[in-house]
């Protein structure tokens, strides 16, 4: 099943929707798969000059997908080339040939905010929400602790890195990570109208000016695999998994049985 819907609200322009709601937009590994081709395959159509992400629901995304989070299981071998796939990801935003645009309408968990730092502009409406939730299941935000310094700065990439703390648009603004805020009916809108005034742009000129300002975003990524991997089995990541999943299949049962 696909992990994105695919629309063209206006010229030159596609809206790409995560279109898993009743996961939060969850990233698993059909979703890393599908997000690197299509932005590979958007990076050279024709008549395509910019591009619009966005979450269905009430979510951008929650993040990685503890279900696969448990298949990994802790095995370090197995774990690096999940980790690579993650990356291969958020490069394939970063290294499309037209620019990408998150309208990030509502929780941006983990690699939700991840895949923010990714993309080219953040639009974010009123109710989003930002956070590496990493530290609170034993883990590192590992393509966020390389790119967060770059866009954020080390303070602001400490501060979320290290507490897991959730932080609002505004705050998120002033941190430099998104651009525009709007009250949550406009975020599309405003989103699509951006991408409208790009693709209306000299279409080199823009490609240049992208190219040129990610040149240089490929350090640090493979010191960050490896420390990454080594967290994914640790006892504490481990038991922080099993107890998030007992607690979904508790609210499971309750939902379905009652109190």
Known sequence: MTRFARAEPAPGVVLLTMCRPQKLNAMDRLWFAELTE?????????????????????AFSAGGDIDMFADLDGDVVRVRPHLRRVYDAFHA???????????VNGLAYGGGTELALA???????????????EPTVGLSPGYGIVRGPEVLG??????????????????????????????DPDLLPAAVA?????????????????????????????????????????????????????????????ATHGT
């Open 38 to 58: 299509l932005m590979a395959a958007l990076g050279v159509e024709d008549g395509v000059r910019a591009v619009v992400l966005t979450g269905e629901g009430r």
């Open 93 to 103: 935003v970063e290294r499309c040939a037209v620019p990408v645009i998150a309208a």
């Open 119 to 133: 993309c080219d502009i953040v639009l974010a409406g009123e109710s989003a929400r930002f956070a590496f939730k």
């Open 154 to 183: 080390r303070h602001w990439t400490r501060y979320l890195a290290l507490t897991g703390r959730e932080i609002d648009p505004s705050r998120a603004e002033r941190a430099g990570l998104v651009q525009e805020v709007h009250p």
């Open 194 to 254: 951006l991408a409208a005034e790009i693709a209306a742009l000299p279409p080199l000129a823009v490609q240049v000016g992208k190219a040129f300002v990610n040149r240089d975003a490929v350090g640090g990524f493979a010191e960050s695999v490896e420390a990454t991997a080594l967290l994914f089995g640790t006892p504490e990541h481990r038991a922080a998994v099993r107890a998030f999943r007992a607690r979904r299949a508790h609210s499971d049962d309750i």
